[in-house]
């Protein structure tokens, strides 16, 4: 859709507000404002302030109360900064507000993320998904974001934003337009995934378990991929470097193979529409007979991001899947430092190699011990069951007599939907 990659260069200044009334995850802190800087150099452009302001409450019509407003409105006048970009959510009408006062382009960070994801995307499924995301947020935003329909419309109308606004027959037009094109989108969509689903389950029925790589971004997810299989994908020290997911087949051991998938990396406060966009390539996790958790733990704020990978997981519906916690980076941390450890926790460099055979080990161990052959005796009502086991597992022999007796060679998901049925 729209490419705001021309303004991303610009120079920015970030601003960040931090209130008591505001939940922990929605305040701003230096080290959010850090993060915030880094996604501003991922989409290219330069950061040359940091305001990070303090407040009993958020204002409600100018976030930073009009006081601060002139003090960064200063800022970007000494600084040359054309960008303003806040670390907390505005709501519509406080980007339009903020837009006005500053005179410059106003971004949140959603608004930001969207744009790193827009600019990066390269499959078309990717770019389906960036595509919808972004209308979604555009939509309730649509007379700040006036310039932007305009130049995608061609007309090519540059200027402050807000400056002009549309009349409000326009913006219904607008409106309608835009629901039109979420419509077509989400069929798109349907299309590019129908093609994916027919190839999970030829996957599923050669009975190859899926292992999910996950982890903020910047965790190291594709330098594993890249170690242990050859993949040969980018992995470089920036925010977002992959947003599309790649699978590459890996020798376990000698008995197994498995289909290893490096997904898109995530972090705080990812905007609620890419969570929705990306639920589908994410679909992935939901498949996953295994997730490796990687954690970068040189990172000082590595249980604070741990924890909201977890959160996503769960949120993805992945919660309850066989996990193990990959404590990337050890090369980094300091000799002598004690590294988190426990059954499923594995300290690894993917850098250096270290650790990666007994990550092996473990990854063997955790699905061995899933695929085994079983014998269910399924009830008649039970019958959809079987469906499931034809789709999902391998089904060696079906005899129908007071119960429906299935042989099946199944993996640690499916076995635990079917258990009650298991013979002893
Ligand atoms: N020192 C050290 N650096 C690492 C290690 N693993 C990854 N890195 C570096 O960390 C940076 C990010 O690695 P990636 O593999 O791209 O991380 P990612 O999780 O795929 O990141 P996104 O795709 O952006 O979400 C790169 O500069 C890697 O070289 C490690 O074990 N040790
Ligand atoms: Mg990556």
């Known amino acids: ?87 907390n959510d505005l709501s519509p009408s406080q980007m339009r507000v903020l837009t006005q006062l500053l005179g410059v382009q106003v971004l949140d960070r959603c608004g930001l993320i969207l744009d790193i994801f827009a600019q990066r995307a390269q499959t078309r499924e990717g770019r389906l998904q960036v595509e919808l995301a972004q ?52 069929e798109d969509l349907k299309d590019v995934r129908r093609v994916r689903g027919t190839q999970r389950q030829q996957r599923r029925k050669n009975e190859v378990p899926v292992v999910a790589i996950v ?44 289909v290893v998938s490096d997904t898109v990396g995530f972090i705080r406060k990812l905007p609620h529409q890419l969570v929705e966009a990306f639920k589908a390539t994410l679909e992935e996790l939901e498949y996953a007979d295994l997730l490796l958790h990687v954690i970068d733990v040189s990172n000082p704020e590595w249980q604070l991001q741990a924890a909201v ?27 002598g430092e004690i590294m988190p450890h426990g059954e499923d926790i594995c300290a690894i460099s993917a850098r250096t190699g270290e650790g990666i055979d007994r990550l092996l080990e473990m990854i063997d161990q955790r699905l061995d011990k899933g695929t085994r052959r079983v014998v269910l005796h399924l009830p008649y009502d039970k019958g959809s069951l079987l469906d499931m086991l034809y789709r999902e597992a391998k089904v060696e022999q079906v005899e129908y007599g007071e119960t429906i007796d299935v042989t099946v060679v199944c993996g640690p998901r499916t076995l635990g939907q079917v258990q009650p049925f298991m013979e002893d």
Not at 11 to 40: F, H, I
Not at 309 to 335: C, M, Q, W
């Open 1 to 87: 859709m729209q490419d705001t990659t021309k303004e991303i260069r610009d120079k920015v200044v970030l601003v960040g507000l931090n209130s008591p009334v505001l939940k922990q995850e929605e305040n701003a802190d230096e080290d959010t404002m850090e993060e915030l800087s880094a996604l501003v150099e991922t989409a290219g452009g330069e950061t040359v302030g940091i305001v990070l302001q303090n407040r009993p409450s958020p204002d409600p019509r100018t976030f930073i109360g009009e006081g601060k407003v002139a003090e960064v409105q200063l800022y970007c006048e000494n600084t040359g900064a054309t960008m303003v970009i806040f670390d």
């Open 135 to 186: 209308y979604q947020y555009l939509l309730p935003r649509l007379t700040g974001m006036w310039t932007h329909l305009e130049r995608q419309a061609g007309t090519s109308g540059k200027g402050p934003i807000g400056s002009k606004g549309p009349g409000e027959t326009q913006l219904e037009t607008d409106r309608r337009h835009i629901h039109r094109k979420i419509d077509k989108l989400r």
């Open 215 to 258: 982890g903020y971004t910047n965790a190291g997810k594709s330098t594993l991929l890249n170690h242990l299989t050859g993949a040969g994908i980018p992995a470089n020290n920036r925010l977002f470097d992959t947003l599309d997911t790649t699978s590459r087949l890996l020798r376990v051991s000698d008995t197994l193979d498995v």
């Open 309 to 335: 990978v977890e959160n996503l997981i769960r949120e993805l519906g992945a919660g309850e899947l066989p996990r193990i916690d990959v404590f990337n980076k050890s090369d980094r941390l300091p000799v």
